[in-house]
């Protein structure tokens, strides 16, 4: 997987020092990093490098000063979708196909349990779904190695694209909903340490729920050129909706009104 900064810190710096301070990355994505793209704010130049965990450290927030080697420094033309200066590029072999060998189907109950456990600032923002919604459109599955464990819920839900992919995963340091088609991604992250981590779960008129008008804003953005383009004959706004109100907004509790 490689790591996407977008940057107002000069590269040439950046390169010299080997290192980019200060980002907030969970520990569950630390160790699926191999790569470190680092672009200029603008987007013309690009820093690219090799991702060195054991040289990376936290800072007393709890941030990431990320450790790189073997830098070059290139022209790039890239054009940085959304707000989120951290981006994660899994076009070729998703997180969960690197590993896919360690993920277990389990049941719900265990799968309650393990979140209870693992974090419970999470479940109870979730709680609604484990203890009172039917889960026949969703399953339940769990990575663990020695250092963490993941639950992730999947949708079952049927696709009017087959590239279309979406899920939801609770780790002990956050949670994450992901969606994407077509090798293009969006997700977003919301990890306990944030200070206004209550602030994603407030209910939205429009949307259903913030994080679910969050991630249609990304999905405007990302997905603008294919919708601009009346090139949508594949179903892609049909699963979005999907993902947004029969995944996102079903596991938060939530409906949008409008």
């Not at 026949?136 to 250092?147: H, L, R």
């Not at 977003?188 to 602030?199: A, G, P, R, S, T």
């Amino acid at each position: 997987m490689i790591l996407q900064i977008r940057t107002k810190d000069n590269l040439d710096d950046l390169l010299r020092h080997g290192t980019s301070p200060s980002w907030v990355i969970s520990e569950e994505k630390i160790k699926s990093i191999e790569k470190v793209e680092t672009f200029q704010f603008e987007g013309k130049k690009v820093l690219k490098a090799d991702f060195k965990a054991d040289l990376s450290r936290r800072t007393e927030s709890g941030r990431l000063i990320v450790a790189f080697s073997n830098g070059i420094i290139e022209n790039s033309e890239h054009k940085w979708i959304g707000q989120n200066p951290i981006k994660y590029n899994i076009d070729e072999l998703s997180v969960s196909e690197k590993i896919e060998e360690k993920w277990i189907d389990i049941d719900w109950t265990a799968a309650q349990s393990l979140v209870l456990e693992i974090n419970p600032e999470a479940y109870e923002k979730i709680s609604d779904f484990f203890e009172d919604r039917e889960k026949e459109t969703v399953s339940a599955s769990k990575f663990f190695d020695e250092e963490t464990t993941t639950i992730r819920i999947n949708s079952k839900f049927p696709k009017a694209d087959e590239t279309s992919n979406y899920y939801f995963d609770v780790g002990s340091t956050g949670l994450e909903f992901f969606f994407s088609n077509q090798g293009t991604v969006i997700y977003i992250e919301v990890l306990n340490e944030f200070d206004d981590f209550d602030d994603y779960f407030e209910s939205d008129y429009d949307h259903g729920s913030t994080i679910a008008r969050l991630l249609w804003k990304d999905y405007i953005e990302s997905f603008r050129e294919i919708r601009d383009n009346g090139d949508d004959d594949r179903g892609l706004d049909e699963d979005y909706m999907n993902f947004q109100e029969c995944f996102v907004n079903y596991i938060l509790n939530t409906e949008s009104f409008d």
